[in-house]
T-cell receptor
Framework: GQNIDQPTEMTATEGAIVQINCTYQ??????LFWYQQHAGEAPTFLSY??LDGLEEKGRFSSFLSRSKGYSYLLLKELQMKDSASYLC??????????WGAGTKLIIKP | IAGITQAPTSQILAAGRRMTLRCTQD?????MYWYRQDLGLGLRLIHY???????GKGEVPDGYSVSRANTDDFPLTLASAVPSQTSVYFC?????????????FGPGTRLTVL
C-alpha cells in the first residue's frame, strides 16, 4: 500500500533550527512535496524534490533520499510565524499526491 | 479574482440535503482537484479533472459527484449529505495533469452535516 509517515507534533524555540522528517512508500515515485498550512487556511507550496540531495530556499531547506524513502524539511532561524502544520506529500506513478497527516510545529518564544 | 476561490466559506447542513460546493480558478489551469481534510488524516483526493469535459475518481469518491463544463469551474456536489461527510473541503488546480506541476489550493469550505 501507499503510506506517508511524519510526526504528529513538534515544538521548537524561536531562533532555533528544526528538522521535520517524512518517510514514504508509494507505487512508483515522481517527487516529494512539502506544503505549509496555517490553522484555518489553505496549504501553500514550499518545496519539491525529485533528485537526491538538499535544496535550499532561504530559511527553508528540503532533503530527499530516494533509496531510503525519506525526506526532511529543515527550518532555520525560526520565527513565530512559522507556527503551522507542515504537510509531506509523495507523488506516485500516476502523478497523484499521497499526503501525510501533517506535522504541527509549535514555536515557543 | 486571483487564484482559486471557493464558496461557501462554511456551511451547516442537515443530513439528507443536497449541497454543491463551488470552486473557480482564474489561472487557466487545465487540472483541478477536490480534496477533503479530516483531523489526523492526510488530504484525500475525492475527484479530479485533467481538462474541461473530463473527470475522474480519486481515493474517496462515494457520495460525491463533479462536473467540468469549462476550464474555470469545478463544482462538487453531495447528493444526499451524511454526517461522515463533515470535513474541510479544498479545491486545487495545477497547470497540467499527469505531471509534477505544483498544485495550488483554494481557501477551503468547512462543512458540517448534522
Amino acid at each position: 500500500g501507499q503510506n506517508i509517515d511524519q510526526p504528529t507534533e513538534m515544538t521548537a524555540t524561536e531562533g532555533a533550527i528544526v528538522q521535520i522528517n517524512c518517510t514514504y512508500q508509494t507505487s512508483g515515485f515522481n517527487g516529494l512535496f512539502w506544503y505549509q498550512q496555517h490553522a484555518g487556511e489553505a496549504p501553500t507550496f514550499l518545496s519539491y524534490n525529485v533528485l537526491d540531495g538538499l535544496e535550499e530556499k532561504g530559511r527553508f531547506s528540503s532533503f530527499l533520499s530516494r533509496s531510503k524513502g525519506y525526506s526532511y524539511l529543515l527550518l532555520k532561524e525560526l520565527q513565530m510565524k512559522d507556527s503551522a502544520s507542515y504537510l509531506c506529500a509523495a507523488m506516485d506513478s500516476n502523478y497523484q499526491l499521497i499526503w501525510g497527516a501533517g506535522t504541527k510545529l509549535i514555536i515557543k518564544p | 479574482i486571483a487564484g482559486i476561490t471557493q464558496a461557501p466559506t462554511s456551511q451547516i447542513l442537515a443530513a439528507g440535503r443536497r449541497m454543491t460546493l463551488r470552486c473557480t480558478q482564474d489561472m487557466r489551469h487545465n487540472a483541478m482537484y477536490w480534496y477533503r481534510q479530516d483531523l489526523g488524516l492526510g488530504l484525500r483526493l475525492i475527484h479530479y479533472s485533467n481538462t474541461a469535459g473530463t473527470t475522474g475518481k480519486g481515493e474517496v469518491p462515494d457520495g460525491y459527484s463533479v462536473s467540468r463544463a469549462n476550464t474555470d469551474d469545478f463544482p462538487l456536489t453531495l447528493a444526499s449529505a451524511v454526517p461522515s461527510q463533515t470535513s474541510v473541503y479544498f479545491c486545487a488546480s495545477s497547470k497540467v495533469s499527469g505531471s509534477t506541476d505544483t498544485q495550488y489550493f483554494g481557501p477551503g469550505t468547512r462543512l458540517t452535516v448534522l
